[in-house]
């Protein structure tokens, strides 16, 4: 591809990437939905040309960012241009789609680390914190409000409220990593009819069904809770950030290796595929649900349950 045709293209991608930030900037509620467009310029422009020129783009795309809105706009260009590119070149040297959603996790994650990091000590601003004392002021507030109704709640559920507020300040570590798979699940998703109509490259997703994660992760899950237990830290030690994070991490691979087998038992059988969708409807109301199907991944990790169910097929 001739100089000429590159920059052609790339200031087309230039204009589609400004168009949909301006309108991100302007329209808050639409912008939600648009941050995950917004990484498309950067895929294709990864995908067609070399790094050399993807890097060129990102820096221009933060320079009109920066225009178009302020510096504070500037996480929106790193969030969505990094982890695009990586998209992009992955794909262009055809890497499975499962590898590409690992690199573009970690990429996303280091991301999130150097932006939240880059807040805290050189702006002095901690969203977490301040989210958490939004969250405290509007309880304290809600209870007062109830105590004027003589419905006042007790010392005991105001204790628990407080100390599940306090929690999600020891998981933030957890709350990074779980906010960086979700995004870029989701940025995988929105790319894939992109990438039919602009490319020859495609995303091919396996079943969710034949989803086999490490039988390691479930000694990890057992040696986590065997020292949770024998330990007992406070709350506020290392040792109980450490240990909260990795069951939390944990917990969240043995559900989704649970779902993965009530998806498989659910195909096996020949069930409605509305099925599972109730199931997973049912796990996010109830935690009695949560419960079972991690109880599932469980055996599942340890058991060679389903070549034994697909031997009685």
Known sequence: ???GRKVAEGGVLLALYSILLFLAIQ????????????????????????MTWAFGFL?????????FGTILSLPVALLTGFPGIVIGYHL???????????????????????????SVWFMNVNVITESIGMLKTSVEKSSEMLAAFGKAPTDKSLEDIYVAIDLMDT???????????????????????????FSEK??????????????????????????????????GDFLFTVISNLLFILQFFVLLQGLSFVFFWSHR????????IIIIILLL?????????????????????????????
């Open 27 to 50: 329209l808050p509620f639409i912008g939600s939905i648009l941050f995950f467009i917004l990484p498309i310029p950067f895929i294709l422009i990864a995908l067609k040309q070399n």
């Open 171 to 197: 998981l933030i570590p957890s709350m990074f990593v779980m906010t960086s798979i979700i995004l870029s699940f989701l940025i995988l998703l929105v790319a894939q009819p992109f990438l039919k109509r």
């Open 92 to 118: 262009r040297k055809n890497y499975s789609t499962i590898k590409i959603f690992i690199s573009t996790v970690l990429v996303m994650l280091a991301c999130i680390i150097v932006i939240f990091g880059f």
């Open 269 to 276: 059988q020949g069930w409605s595929k509305v099925i599972p």
């Open 202 to 235: 495609k995303l091919k997703w396996p079943p969710f069904r034949e989803l086999q994660l490490p039988k390691s992760i479930l000694w990890y899950y057992l040696i986590t809770m065997i020292i949770a237990m024998t330990t007992n830290p406070n709350q």
């Open 1 to 3: 591809m001739n100089n």
């Open 285 to 313: 109301m109830n935690p009695v649900f949560q419960f079972i199907v991690r109880f599932l991944g469980i055996i599942d990790l340890g058991f060679p349950l389903r070549q034994n169910i697909a031997k009685k097929k």
């Open 59 to 67: 820096f221009i795309a933060c320079l009109l960012t920066m225009i």
